[in-house]
């Protein structure tokens, strides 16, 4: 399988503590994505990168919010000293035509703050 | 502000039914349109996209979209479902190629 995927798949932890998720893209895909979805409504926009460089960042939910993407291939997300509105399922997906945008989805990472 | 909107959270349907659902945008610039699926705990599935050209667009699984410029609107439909098409649709506008804005959704319910 040659898809975008995700690990974990599943995250439980404690109010306070820190979590990292990480996203493997299509591997000759540059762009990876990051969104978040809340029950009931659509994914929405994170960050991104164009290979290593992270291009947009202001969209991320706030300072506790981080992403890196160090050697251009793989991607972690990391949510520092969770609350319990961080729940929600984590998605990442990946592109290669920047013209349209087209994006490949992984199966997610839902996250439950307890 | 760009936003998108799907007309319906929920539609239900019977088998072999024709069903549309609805979505608009708000945008002043040319964009690209997406129709995505979400099955039960799965990441989303492209269906069909519009980038230029025919506004009638036809995808995967029997699915098709029309993009109408002047209503800004991007309807998806499917002459006859199955009930494998129960799912959530979302649709998705993407600007300047690195934002994509996604609807709410439309949970598409089959019935035998």
């Known amino acids: 399988d040659t898809g975008v995927s995700q690990d974990p798949r599943h995250k439980i932890t404690k109010r306070g503590q820190n979590v990292t998720f990480r996203c493997d893209p299509i591997?000759?895909?540059?762009?990876l994505y990051w969104y978040r979805q809340t029950l009931g409504q659509g994914p929405e926009f994170l960050t991104y990168f164009q290979n290593e460089a992270q291009l947009e960042k202001s969209r991320l939910l706030s300072d506790r919010f981080s992403a890196e993407r160090p050697k251009g291939s793989f991607s972690t997300l990391e949510i520092q000293r969770t609350e319990q509105g961080d729940s929600a399922m984590y998605l990442c997906?990946?592109?290669?035509?920047?013209?349209?945008?087209?994006?490949?989805f992984g199966p997610g990472t839902r996250l439950t703050v307890t | 502000a760009q936003s998108v909107t799907q007309l319906d959270s929920q539609v239900p349907v019977f088998e072999e039914a024709p069903v549309e659902l609805r979505c608009n945008y708000s945008?002043?610039?040319?964009?690209?349109l997406f129709w995505y699926v979400q099955y039960p705990n799965q990441g989303l599935q492209l269906l069909l996209k519009?980038?230029?050209?025919?506004?009638l667009v036809k995808g995967i699984n029997g699915f098709e979209a029309e993009f109408n410029k002047s209503q800004t609107s991007f309807h998806l439909r499917k002459p006859s479902v199955h009930i494998s098409d129960t799912a959530e649709y979302f649709c998705a506008v993407g600007y300047n190629n690195n934002d994509m804005r996604f609807g709410a959704g439309t949970r598409l319910t089959v019935k035998p």
């Open positions: 519009y980038l230029s050209g025919s506004t």
């Open positions: 591997s000759e895909h540059n762009r």
């Open positions: 997906a990946s592109s290669l035509d920047p013209r349209g945008n087209e994006q490949y």
């Open positions: 945008s002043s610039v040319s964009v690209y």
